[in-house]
């Protein structure tokens, strides 16, 4: 496998959101390499955008989106769950990428359709906060046989607070695949 180089990820948020559908995200630990394929995505656009992090301005939470595109942004939510997203673009632009759902490829074991069960499936919690997506023992990969897939665009889930960003279709995932996580 081959993983992504770091000019897949500095590029417009929302390609990269749809274009990470069907790569597969690779995490080793203990000689166990765990693959999920990745059936689901949400694209955040940046400060301007009011359903992203980085709407309020830099914090020590969301620090990491406004670093070098192809790190993990990784945070916890609701008091209960992991979330990854991948910094996209360029450095200060604070856009992200949110994986929401996977297809289980190798050694995955329970739910993986939501950001939270993907995360607990492969083991992603805040110690993989600013985590180069480049490395050994986490990234993204173009999986051996790359198929062709019918992109369906849907609303973001769970941001109706941002008004008119909330209707935005920013919200990708693979036609008809069980895996995601609301149709």
Not at 12 to 35: F, M, P, S
Not at 36 to 56: C, N, Q
Not at 118 to 132: E, F, K, M
């Given at each position: 496998?081959?993983?992504l180089p770091r000019s897949f990820y500095?590029?417009?948020?929302?390609?990269?959101?749809?274009?990470?559908?069907?790569?597969?995200?690779?995490?080793?630990?203990?000689?166990?390499?765990?693959?999920?394929?990745?059936?689901?995505?949400?694209?955040?656009?940046?400060?301007?955008?009011?359903?992203?992090?980085?709407?309020?301005?830099?914090?020590?939470?969301?620090?990491?989106?406004?670093?070098?595109?192809?790190?993990?942004?990784?945070?916890?939510?609701?008091?209960?769950h992991y979330c990854l997203n991948v910094?996209?673009?360029?450095?200060?632009?604070?856009?992200?990428?949110?994986?929401?759902?996977?297809?289980?490829?190798?050694?995955?074991?329970?739910?993986?359709?939501?950001?939270?069960?993907?995360?607990?499936?492969?083991?992603?919690?805040?110690?993989?906060?600013?985590?180069?997506?480049l490395s050994d023992d986490f990234y993204?990969?173009?999986?051996?046989?790359?198929?062709?897939?019918?992109?369906?665009?849907?609303?973001?889930?769970?941001?109706?607070?941002?008004?008119?960003?909330?209707?935005?279709?920013?919200?990708?995932?693979?036609?008809?695949?069980?895996?995601?996580?609301?149709?």
């Open positions: 496998m081959n993983k500095d590029r417009d948020t929302t390609r990269v959101a749809q274009e990470l559908l069907g790569k597969y995200l690779v995490r080793v630990t203990n000689g166990v390499t765990r693959i999920g394929r990745i059936v689901e995505t949400e694209a955040y656009l940046g400060p301007h955008d009011r359903a992203a992090h980085s709407a309020r301005g830099l914090t020590a939470r969301n620090a990491v989106m406004f670093g070098p595109p192809g790190h993990a942004y990784v945070y916890f939510i609701y008091g209960m910094v996209t673009e360029r450095e200060g632009h604070a856009s992200a990428v949110l994986i929401r759902a996977l297809e289980p490829v190798a050694n995955l074991t329970g739910p993986t359709n939501g950001p939270g069960r993907l995360c607990r499936a492969l083991g992603i919690d805040r110690s993989l906060n600013g985590h180069d997506l993204i990969a173009n999986p051996p046989n790359q198929r062709k897939i019918a992109v369906v665009k849907r609303p973001r889930i769970g941001v109706e607070y941002a008004g008119w960003w909330a209707r935005r279709l920013l919200r990708f995932y693979i036609a008809n695949n069980p895996y995601v996580s609301r149709a």
